[in-house]
């Protein structure tokens, strides 16, 4: 198949260079000439694993290229949308500005019987205004709507084995033309038994919404938890184990902490409730509004333990922060609960110290004031504390014995509940899980 990909940031580069690697041609367009000069160089623009080596892989074949110009769409038959939504500023809603410049640069070089493929995240009721912009340039081209379910760090393996595909179509039919085409672009996954469910514009729109809005609420729900295990003196680890062994409720996701961030589980809790709103249903996920609110009470909850942890003052303390990413694996700081918490830890005095594997450029760039350092060894060097806020490996399998040879105070506060307390107490720490006694 000859496939355009519409916007390269993260979604449409992986997704560009994975449909390369099925076996398509496929090109890539952005407006961004540096983004496309480093993707054309089989340079990814931000970390995401095995993404480089994809890139060279594929492009060494010819099939996969890059290009600010939208006229080279003309020469596809299928085009994926992958711009970005965005909060709009000052606002719960997402702005469309982005998929709707996309969409008018596009709709000129449509051809009869064309398949537009929306991947892009979006209010429901979305689609149906898509589909009236391209058809009345193309009045034949059809219009799919086909959510994206990909987990930074692992968007390759999510593009190329998806756990499931989600086929939105007007009337919601299985004989639709289009979902024909769609079918023989995901060939490959579909051999391998990856389920696949066809459903009107309307529940596709909705999927993505809805599934990160149920994974915010079982975040913000242990996390809850964790606040009523440090006014009892319980454990919330082990409370976890509990109600995980439960089949109607599971474990995953049931890890208390410091709380969510990112680019898509914030931004889009808050537009779903916008767009609720819009439609008159807000009372149905007015609950969203604690399951936000909780998740950024974790940030100044930590603020607070960190004061304790540092004997009821943290002004002139030096504190070094182990992570600045939102998530291991990812240089993605956007709403990164570890950063948010490291700027108010220095404004209310502490000399802090960021350090992260992937993302302190990234970091630096949306705060300047913090101190940066890449190596984990210089970052704790003379700290009278440690706050592991990302879960990267290498914080996980740090020696509490060596790297207390180099802190000034052997104080670090667990904000993922990742390491042993045995092994870092009997080192000589004083340790401090969320939610754990």
Not at 33 to 46: C, E, G, R, V
Not at 128 to 152: C, D, G, K, M, Q
Not at 313 to 340: C, E, H, Q, Y
Request: net charge negative.
């Amino acid at each position: 198949m000859r496939i355009s990909v519409i916007g390269c940031g993260y979604l449409g580069a992986v997704h560009a260079a994975c449909m390369a690697q099925l076996g398509h041609d496929v090109v890539g367009i952005d407006v961004d000439t540096k983004k496309i000069k480093d993707l054309s160089d089989s340079h990814a623009p931000f970390y995401e694993p095995g993404l480089s080596e994809l890139l060279r892989s594929v492009q060494s074949t010819g099939r996969l290229s890059f290009t600010t110009e939208m006229s080279a769409a003309a020469g596809s038959n299928i085009h994926f949308l992958c711009v970005g939504t965005p909060q709009k500023k000052g606002e719960y809603a997402a702005d469309l500005s982005y998929l709707n410049s996309a969409v008018s640069a596009l709709a000129p070089f449509l051809k009869p019987g064309d398949v537009v493929v929306g991947k892009s995240t979006v209010p429901v009721g979305t689609a149906s205004e898509v589909l009236t912009l391209i058809t009345a340039h193309e009045p034949t081209a059809h219009l799919l709507w086909n959510p994206e379910f990909l987990r930074e760090g692992h968007a390759v393996e999510d593009t190329l084995g998806p756990d499931r595909l989600v086929y939105g179509v007007h009337g919601g039919s299985e004989e639709h033309v289009a979902v024909k085409i769609l079918d023989e672009v995901y060939a490959t996954p579909l051999s391998a038994g990856v389920p696949r469910l066809v459903t009107d514009l309307q529940t596709a729109e909705l999927v993505k919404t809805a599934a990160n809005s149920f994974l915010a609420t079982k975040i913000s729900f242990i996390n809850a938890m964790a606040e009523l295990c440090e006014a009892t003196s319980a454990d919330v680890t082990q409370l976890a184990d509990a109600i995980g062994l439960d089949e109607r409720i599971g474990r995953r996701f049931l890890n208390a902490g410091i709380g969510f961030g990112g680019g898509c589980l914030p931004k889009d809790i808050r537009a779903f409730m916008a767009r609720a709103g819009e439609l008159g249903a807000d009372q149905a996920l007015t609950f969203l509004r604690e399951v936000d609110a909780i998740n950024m009470r974790r940030r100044t909850r930590v603020v607070e333990i960190c004061r304790d942890l540092c004997d009821g003052s943290i002004l002139g303390k030096r504190i070094t922060v182990l992570g600045a990413a939102f998530k291991p694996d990812s240089d993605d700081v956007r709403d990164s609960p570890a950063l948010n918490i490291a700027a108010q830890l220095q404004l209310q005095g502490a000399a802090v110290t960021v350090t992260d594997p992937r993302a302190i450029g990234n970091a630096a760039a949306r705060f300047p004031e913090l101190h940066y350092e890449e190596q984990t060894a210089k970052a704790v060097r003379d700290a009278d504390a440690l706050l592991l806020l990302t879960e990267w490996q290498e914080y996980r399998d740090l020696d509490p014995c060596i790297v207390g040879l180099d802190v000034a105070g052997r104080r670090i506060l667990d904000g993922r509940n990742v390491l042993d307390p045995i092994k870092w107490r009997t080192a000589g720490w004083t340790y401090k899980g969320l939610g754990r006694p």
